[in-house]
């Protein structure tokens, strides 16, 4: 399995980005793919999941309604568009992969010890 992250950038406040992920060698069917973040000094905070087979989603709170992904299965991709960003979205942005689909994506929050795979990261920072 291998993740890799693009798109990741400098932007101003109430600006916007597009997060890349390529995630290729899955072969079990409750696999599911998202991204972390974490910011200096913070704990690792679950963003946003999907279900490449039936599309089901999750979102944290701090993220709905500004946040949207997506994925391009013939590609093996998947997007994180993100919106109305702020300072307190700055951190580095990780694609995840976990073998436990249905697990992350019926919980109430994201927990990264049920990620099997992580990504390299790419660093988003919004200025004020």
């Known amino acids: 399995v291998q993740l890799v992250e693009s798109g990741g950038g400098l932007v101003q406040t109430g600006g916007s980005l597009t997060l890349s992920c390529t995630a290729s060698g899955f072969t079990h069917d409750d696999y599911a793919i998202g991204w972390f973040r974490q910011a200096p000094g913070k704990e690792r905070e679950g963003v946003s999941h999907i279900s490449p087979r039936d599309e089901t989603t999750f979102y944290a709170d701090s993220v709905k309604g500004r946040f949207t992904i997506t994925s391009d299965n013939a590609n093996n991709l998947v997007f994180l568009q993100t919106g109305s960003l702020n300072p307190e979205d700055t951190a580095i942005y990780y694609c995840?992969?976990?073998?436990?689909?249905?697990?992350?994506?019926?919980?109430?929050?994201?927990?990264?010890?049920?990620?099997?795979?992580w990504g390299q990261g790419t660093q988003v920072t919004v200025s004020s």
């Open positions: 995840v992969g976990t073998r436990r689909g249905c697990v992350q994506l019926s919980s109430n929050r994201l927990n990264p010890q049920n990620e099997d795979y």
